[in-house]
């Protein structure tokens, strides 16, 4: 059975940094594709960054293209979403999400498995 865990998430003053963790656990990840998705209170579900397990390539949404950072380390089974220059519009629920399919899509409907999320909110 697929487990993923957040963890990482907590609260930032605008301009500062936080690196969220997604450990993965109940299959071999190697043709997956994960991503990142967020909610705000009162939004649609959004995509934030998705890439292959392997690694490359990797995807962004442009409202954070340039400030976050998508990665995996398979020696951890862990995904990370590197997140600097953040801004009040970053706070939301954060979700990590896993694609047997390795599409690496930023439809949420393409990913099987899915987190429980970790807050990030961030102050102004």
């Known amino acids: 059975q697929v487990q993923l865990v957040e963890s990482g998430g907590g609260l930032v003053q605008a301009g500062g940094s936080l690196r969220l963790s997604c450990a993965a656990s109940g299959r071999t990840f190697s043709s997956y594709a994960m991503g990142w998705f967020r909610q705000a209170p009162g939004k649609d579900r959004e995509f934030v960054a998705a890439i292959r397990w392997s690694g490359s390539p990797t995807y962004y949404a442009d409202s954070v293209k340039g400030r976050f950072t998508i990665s995996t380390n398979n020696a951890k089974n862990t995904l990370y979403l590197q997140m600097n220059s953040l801004k009040p519009e970053d706070t939301a629920v954060y979700y990590c999400?896993?694609?047997?399919w390795g599409l690496g899509s930023s439809d949420s409907l393409e990913y099987d498995y899915w987190g429980q999320g970790t807050q990030v909110t961030v102050s102004s």
């Open positions: 999400a896993a694609d047997q």
